[in-house]
């Protein structure tokens, strides 16, 4: 009887190994190979939308790829299909690793943007922010760095600032920080801001953008680390 159990799960284990053996790779659309011309764009969208060998990935790919040359749409032509594919695959592989680690400071803290000040000494000017840091862990902040970022209704980028809290904060605590840098007035930007923040500071948007955190018991997170 153990005998016939054996060979049973001998003659089992050969047929699966031998079922995955013939499995067949599904093969790849020969439109990967294709290039995009200023002539066969829109033909060669709707041969890849068509075509059932693309995977859903490969479409979604594709198509956000594509939306990414929307401004200028010239830079996309002479690049194959496959170029898009895997230059979108990589930054959007880029961006989940950003995001996973950011989330993952934001699960110990929080982030509150106060208010801005600017004030001039000695014929200079500098910009003054205010803001909290709030620890929601059980364990102290030994530092935390990120970015201070300002954007316009349309969610662009007007002007960032590098932030450093060198100064633990005990778990369950919050403190507010001032930061200090001076005005960049022959920056175009940073004179948008301070208009902005100056005349209309409800149609500018904060946000924080961390990139480093440090607990008291030696974990971290550092995102600019190669």
Do not use: H
């Amino acid at each position: 009887m153990k005998n016939f159990r054996f060979f049973g799960l001998l003659i089992l284990s050969l047929t699966l190994v031998f079922a995955t053996s013939c499995e067949k790779k599904k093969p790849s659309s020969k439109l990967l190979d294709e290039k995009i011309t200023s002539k066969n764009f829109l033909e060669l969208v709707d041969k890849v939308r068509n075509d059932s060998l693309f995977s859903y990935e490969e479409l979604d790919f594709f198509a956000t790829g594509i939306a990414r040359y929307s401004n200028f749409i010239d830079s996309l032509y002479g690049k194959t299909v496959k170029e898009v594919i895997e230059s979108e695959r990589n930054l959007r592989i880029k961006q989940s690793s950003v995001n996973l680690s950011s989330n993952a400071i934001q699960c110990f803290s929080r982030f509150r943007y106060d208010g801005w000040k600017p004030v001039e000494v000695d014929g200079s000017k500098f910009n003054i922010f205010t803001y909290t840091v709030s620890n929601i862990s059980k364990n102290d902040i030994k530092r935390i760095n990120g970015y201070l970022q300002f954007l316009t209704s349309a969610n662009q980028l007007i002007r960032a600032y590098r932030i450093n809290v060198e100064q633990t904060i005990k778990a369950g605590q919050y403190t507010q920080f001032q930061s200090t840098f001076k005005n960049e007035e022959n920056n175009q930007n940073e004179a948008f801001l301070v208009k902005a923040l100056t005349e209309n500071p409800r149609n500018v948007f904060v946000s924080w953008r961390p990139i480093y955190i440090e607990l008291d018991n030696g974990q971290k997170i550092d995102l600019e680390q190669k």
